[in-house]
């Protein structure tokens, strides 16, 4: 997995609700925890994610197949701005997701809405699917 050149806040921690951007089945997920970065690294402290970043999270509205059960998410909006490396900063109006398997392949064929350069810069396969990139 390739670094972001970007300086993004993590926002989501666990517990938050995000809206699923693909045609996968689910229309909402709420974020269980941070796939692959460790705990939150003070005494207490949750581990928060952002845009770029895998999470395990409960299907909470959608098809019976994936309702309240486990999956991989990786962020690909978020409400929080992020500031990228030439000085010029991004806000989307939702905090979105879309679904992946074990080896980060999209398991939706389309993404509604736009998806951070972040994400394709670290997920090239995701970049198939993206209707728009900013």
Partial sequence: ?????????????????????DNSGAYT????????????GRHGKLAAAGIGDIISASVRKGT????KKPVRVVIIRQKASIRRANGMR?????NAGIMVNEEN???????????AREVVERFVKVAGVAARIV
């Fill in 64 to 67: 019976s197949a994936y309702l």
């Fill in 90 to 94: 991004i806000k989307f109006e939702d």
């Fill in 105 to 115: 392949l999209p398991v939706g064929t389309e993404v509604k809405g736009a998806m």
């Fill in 29 to 40: 997920f709420r974020m269980i925890h941070l796939i692959g970065k460790g705990g939150g």
């Fill in 1 to 21: 997995m390739k670094g972001i050149g970007s300086n993004i806040m993590k926002t989501l921690v666990p517990g938050a609700v995000i809206t699923c951007a």
